[in-house]
């Protein structure tokens, strides 16, 4: 008997809530973190809150190590979720939006990095926030947009469930109009 083929045709499921990402349970929560991944406010102001100083630990080992210079724009990076109900945190730093620049390009690796990142780990299901859409002040449909469409297009892992976590009903709207 040959091996069965791989399921080339699997694919995530895509699934939207409205409420607090640090709330989750899953293998992986994905924090819109800052370069410096020393804490902000936001989504990782949250996290850091309510995981502990545990993951701020593990932030400023990969400071003194891998990430001397910070986490650049569009990459990502794993660290422990503390007493979060997940296994991982990832954190990947969304661009700051800019009415000149286009750099959807960036946001778009931010949700694919994070995905080769959790996938890698062996995470099978993924939570994240809308990058860059809060202090970092990209539009919310055109963040939703980049989002939902970057997820769809990363066939070549095997997470079986991403939760986009939105944390008001504009965010919730702004995402389920992408799923059509
Ligand atoms: P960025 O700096 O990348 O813009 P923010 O954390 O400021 O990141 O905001 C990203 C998005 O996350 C915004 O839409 C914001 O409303 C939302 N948000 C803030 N706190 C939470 C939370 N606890 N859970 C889920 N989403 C959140």
Known sequence: ???AAPD?????A????QGDITQQSVDAIVNAANSSLLGGGGVDGA?????????LAACR???ASRYGKGLPTGQAVATTAGKLDARWVIHTVGPVWSATDDRSELLASCYRESLRVADELGA????FPAISTGVYGW???DGARIAVRTVRETADVSIEVVRFVLFDKTAYDAFEAQMG
């Open 139 to 141: 539009p919310i449909d």
């Open 1 to 3: 008997m040959e091996e």
């Open 61 to 63: 080992a990969l400071r």
């Open 14 to 17: 895509i699934e939207l809530v």
């Open 8 to 12: 080339v045709t699997a694919t995530t």
């Open 124 to 127: 099978r299901t993924v939570a």
């Open 47 to 55: 996290i850091h809150r309510r995981g502990g100083p545990e993951i």
